[in-house]
């Protein structure tokens, strides 16, 4: 009902008359009911619906002028009525785990969730280690023992039902509540058999390597082609050195003992092997580079392993856009990146932290959006896991966010773009074609008109080292809040300049 | 105003109470179907551009007695280039410049329920602002209630 009669407020044309009948019967069943006397309960139910009907009554049969739809005219949610009641509801939980064989873990398979986290007054975010929001799919929680535990989403089945591809693949550790447990966290990994150390200069070399072996498309020149092929015989060739070196040591231990020997074994040899993999494939890098070598490379401008920490992430560079930002900027001209934040959102993205947030992070983060929220339609809207940026000129209008240096953000070496819009899966393991995607800085400096996007992963912090040069308000009044926000939040300076100078 | 345009605004309407509805699917070069969506009623033309919302991101909400709603911030507006556009019998067809071939049509009988659904957030969910900021068909994200 308050569907039709606001579209028909709306289009202008006139409120229809099998409308306005159908009104006038639900409005007769109304008066029935409140004629029969009913209850108490049923009385304050009554009121509640009666109150929204005279609310659609006033629009229907209007007396004297109404507020334009646009300026009050539009009928309110009908609210559904809820009272409190004592009901017997049936929860099906989860069996106990089944006991796990010796040497294992106990694994309790439950529906999928992701952290209750909700951001605080002043913009921070904080999670309390119990609460939780459900999400689609199933997921492995592992009690690591002493209040730390582990939460696994598999990849395992690819309809609908299964983990949200967002969240595929996604490993959460929990530590008991309090500051300090960091090292312990880490260590608790070798619980799950996987590599348990902070990582190491080489570890940070090699996913810096591969980052930029993607990002360059170096993957497709024969010499990276190789050196990766070698790097994956490496592991297996120092697992065998080690086993011939240790296997003395297996006589006598239990199958479990045998098995968690093996593991370990396996965790060493990717340890020990690392370097060796990483000059190798530094090398191969290097050449296909035009760099005599894999130490000429490490020492060139530009060449910079250690990740960034940005917005609660680790960002990666490019070195190629690194060694000369003046010359990655350069074929831009007057163009920029821009992102245009919808209708009058743009306080509220300030308040929730600053990070322009992809859709999963923001539910990490606890920037409210809808409890229950699916990502079944993940696949169409092309990936919950990236913000989307365009390149276009500076921005007359807002909101709006800009960066007139695109190198700031394309120095990073996991975005990806194309000349349009592109539409379908962005994960490449989906099968789905990902042609005319680039990452190349060139192809993208060329985009023309509003149609194209690049996608950066995660989001993009607008209060750190990538903040934009200009955040276009929408209206006087909207920048005033902007700026409200961020003084409250003690932000003085963005990406070097004075706030006042950023926000427009 | 052009033929395809006209015909778009007149599907995109959906008549008397929203009963139809129009339809974007979209296919690789190859053939393979990568998205189909139906389209919010809104739609605008600028600088060679035709920007339409799809309708994506619907779910059941656990709290607040609603049976459906939508992700403001996944059912972004979108872009198609129109260098191409064409009207092709029943569907207006373009390529696209990530190697795509994107046609509209009436919404069939799946994309028109969820276009429904989508009608009855729009109409009694949202307020009026949050209405007409969908239905300048601009900004790449969305922030606030039903983000």
């Not at chain 1, 990582?199 to 360059?216: C, D, H, I, K, S």
């Not at chain 1, 000349?419 to 962005?426: C, N, V």
């Not at chain 2, 900021?133 to 039903?146: H, T």
Request: with cysteine; aromatic share 6%; proline share 5%.
């Amino acid at each position: 009902m308050a569907k039709s009669v606001n579209h028909h407020l709306k289009a202008g044309d006139g409120v229809p008359d099998h409308t306005k009948a159908a009104f006038a019967a639900v409005s007769a069943k109304l008066d029935g009911l409140e004629a029969d006397g009913p209850g108490e309960a049923d009385k304050a139910m009554l009121a509640h619906y009666q109150a929204s009907a005279q609310a659609i009554a006033a629009r229907i049969t209007p007396a004297g002028p109404q507020p334009t739809y646009d300026q009050g005219g539009k009928v309110p949610l009908v609210k559904p009525y809820e009272a409190k009641a004592t009901v017997t509801v049936t929860e099906y939980v989860p069996g106990p785990a089944p006991e796990a064989p010796e040497g294992l873990l106990a694994a309790k398979l439950r529906t999928a969730t992701r952290i209750g986290a909700a951001v605080g007054p002043d913009g921070a975010t904080s999670w309390d280690g119990k609460a939780r929001s459900a999400a689609n799919g199933k997921e492995y929680a592992i009690d690591l023992g002493d209040g730390y535990s582990a939460v696994y989403r598999p990849y395992a089945g690819a309809d609908a039902k299964s983990a949200d591809y967002s969240q595929r693949g996604s490993l959460e550790l929990v530590a008991p509540q309090g500051a300090g447990h960091g090292p312990e966290l880490v260590h608790r990994l070798g619980q799950l058999n996987l590599v348990n150390r902070p990582m190491t200069a080489a570890e940070g070399e090699w996913a810096y390597l591969r980052r930029n072996v993607e990002a360059q498309g170096l993957e497709t020149k024969a010499g990276v082609k190789q050196a990766l092929a070698e790097a994956d015989g490496l592991e297996d060739a120092t697992t065998e050195l080690l086993v011939a070196e240790r296997a003395h040591e297996a006589i006598g231990m239990s199958q479990p003992e045998l098995v968690r020997f093996a593991k370990q074994l396996r965790l060493e040899a990717e340890a020990k092997a690392l370097p060796a993999k990483v000059g190798l494939v530094r090398d191969a890098v290097a050449k296909a580079c035009g760099f005599a070598d894999g130490t000429a490379l490490a020492a060139s401008a530009g060449y910079d392993p250690t990740p960034r920490a940005s917005g609660g992430w680790l960002v990666w560079g490019r070195f190629d856009v690194d060694a000369d930002r003046a010359a990655a900027r350069a074929p831009f001209g007057a163009k920029g990146l821009t992102h245009r934040v919808t209708g009058g959102n743009m306080v509220e993205l300030f308040r929730n932290g600053g990070v322009l947030a992809s859709t999963e992070r923001r539910r990490v983060m606890g920037i409210p959006g809808g409890k229950g929220m699916s990502e079944a339609a993940d696949m169409k809207s092309g990936g919950a896991k990236s913000v989307f940026l365009r390149v276009g000129g500076s921005p007359s209008q807002g909101p709006t966010l800009y960066w007139d240096d695109s190198s700031t953000l394309l120095r990073r070496s996991d975005w990806y773009a194309y000349g349009t819009d592109h539409f379908g899966s962005l994960d490449p393991t989906s099968g789905h074609s990902t042609s005319g995607q680039t990452r190349s800085v060139a192809k993208v400096a060329a985009f023309n008109g509003g149609s194209n996007e690049v996608m950066f992963k995660h989001g993009i912090d607008l209060l750190g080292d990538e903040a934009p040069s200009l955040i276009r308000c929408s209206s006087a009044a909207q920048r005033k809040e902007v700026l409200a926000v961020l003084a409250a939040k003690g932000v003085t300076h963005i990406g070097g300049k004075a706030v006042g100078e950023v926000v427009k | 105003m052009t033929e395809w345009e006209r015909t778009l605004a007149r599907w995109l309407a959906g008549g008397e109470e929203l009963e139809s509805g129009a339809e974007l699917e979209v296919r690789d070069l190859d053939g393979a179907l990568a998205f189909l969506a139906p389209l919010a009623r809104h739609y605008r033309v600028a600088d060679g551009v035709l920007w339409v919302r799809p309708v994506v991101g619907g779910y059941e909400p656990l709290e607040g007695g609603l049976p459906y709603a939508f992700s403001l911030n996944e059912a972004r507006a979108r872009a198609l280039p129109l260098d191409t556009v064409r009207l092709e019998g029943d569907e207006i067809v373009m390529a696209t410049g990530a190697d795509q071939v994107a046609r509209i049509r009436p919404a069939g009988p799946e994309t028109l329920q969820e276009l429904q659904r989508w009608d009855t957030f729009v109409l009694t969910v949202l307020d009026a602002e949050e209405e007409a900021a969908l239905d300048r068909v601009e900004g790449d994200s969305w922030w606030g209630r039903w983000s």
